[in-house]
């Protein structure tokens, strides 16, 4: 299977070593900076600045979009009418209707499309699920997820047009996905933040279908060197927290410890490892293998798009002061 890479940033560059590890093969890369191309892949692989140019020339099975989010519709939507499967990195789209557009060029060439939701691979974090499905901890009745960073990103970040949001719309992507992953969908959204789709800082509350109840609270007010990326579970019969994933590899948290749980009564420290870089690469593999195998991938279509449809309730529970049903936003659902 041949696959072509958009973008060798900071995440680019762990797609480019899952996609050498994986058995897939790389056969182009389209990054504008040179340096960082001739760096990155030397002679390996032709280096495109133009997407329909490298598409054309290299005719990948695969493109793998790392770019900045208002690049992701066009990009898909070109890959998607080449015939070739798409693997694009969180959020599926800057919005709402991109994700539609994405939906609907998916649906009219029967071209695969998967959604990099990473931290769904991060070995405590997919523990933790087997905890909820095992039955052990019982039922799962709140959910808290904190996104603390200290310092704000920068470059295109800092332009909320190419974000299509702030900070949730940016690393916040991965607290609400956890938050579906862990307690199934979201039924509303109340919000609260301090510039919606430029913010900065954010509260949500959720309320699942399932009756339980969660929290997610962000900022980027933090001291130089926070990130905290915990995640809480109060269920029936137990309680699990993730100390953190991201927050392992920024070296905010250090030392074994992922993943402590009180389960019938004893609070336990649980041996599961995981990286965050790891749990990347994992997803990145799973899916070129589901691509390969021709399955639609575990994070796809519906997930992507549910991600940035709670994102996008937020924002307008945030601008108008209503909780908002997530009905409002569910139209053309995958
Ligand atoms: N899963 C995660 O934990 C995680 C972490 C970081 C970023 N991301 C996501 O990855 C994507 C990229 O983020 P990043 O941090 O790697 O950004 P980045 O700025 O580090 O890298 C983006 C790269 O794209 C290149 N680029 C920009 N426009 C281009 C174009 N038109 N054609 C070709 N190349 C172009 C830039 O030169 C740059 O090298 C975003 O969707 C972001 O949300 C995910």
């Known amino acids: ?45 032709p280096v495109f600045s133009d997407i329909e140019e490298m598409i054309e020339q290299s005719r990948p099975d695969v493109v793998d979009v790392c770019l900045p989010h208002h690049l992701h519709v066009p990009v898909a939507v070109t890959a998607l009418r080449s015939g070739c499967d798409v693997l694009l990195e969180k959020p599926m789209a800057a919005d709402l209707a991109g994700c539609d557009e994405i939906l609907a060029v998916a649906k009219e060439t029967g071209q695969r499309v998967g959604v990099s939701h990473n931290q769904v691979h991060f070995d405590p974090h997919r523990r933790l699920r087997h905890l909820i499905d095992s039955g052990d901890i019982g039922e799962i009745r709140s959910i808290y997820e904190r996104l603390w960073m200290g310092g704000k990103y920068g470059g295109w970040r800092e332009d909320a047009a190419q974000v299509g949001g702030g900070l949730l719309m940016d690393a916040g992507v991965h607290r609400i996905y956890m938050a579906e992953y862990l307690g199934g969908p979201v039924r509303s959204v109340t919000a609260v933040m301090d510039s919606p789709r430029s913010e900065d800082a954010f509260v949500l509350t959720l309320d699942f279908e399932s009756g339980a109840l969660g929290v997610i609270q962000g900022g980027y007010h ?37 993943l402590r749980a009180r389960i019938n009564g004893v609070w336990a420290e649980d041996p599961v490892v995981g990286h965050w870089d790891q749990s990347v690469m994992a997803s990145v593999k799973a899916v070129l293998d589901d691509f ?6 575990e994070v796809g279509l519906a997930e992507g798009r549910a991600a940035v449809a709670v994102v996008e309730a937020a924002y307008r529970s945030a601008e108008t002061g209503r909780t908002i049903p997530m009905s409002e936003l569910d139209e053309r659902k995958a």
């Open 1 to 45: 299977m041949k696959v072509a890479l958009c973008g060798l940033g900071e995440i680019g560059q762990i797609h480019l070593k899952a996609i050498r590890e994986s058995g897939a093969r790389l056969v182009a890369v389209c990054e504008l900076d040179r340096d960082l191309a001739a760096a990155s892949v030397g002679d390996e692989v």
């Open 222 to 258: 933090g001291p130089d060197g926070v990130f905290d990326d915990r995640i809480e579970i109060q269920a029936s019969e137990g309680m699990v927290e993730v100390l953190g994933c991201e927050a392992f590899f920024e070296g905010d948290l250090e030392g074994d410890l992922r």
């Open 292 to 297: 390969e195998a021709g399955r639609d991938p």
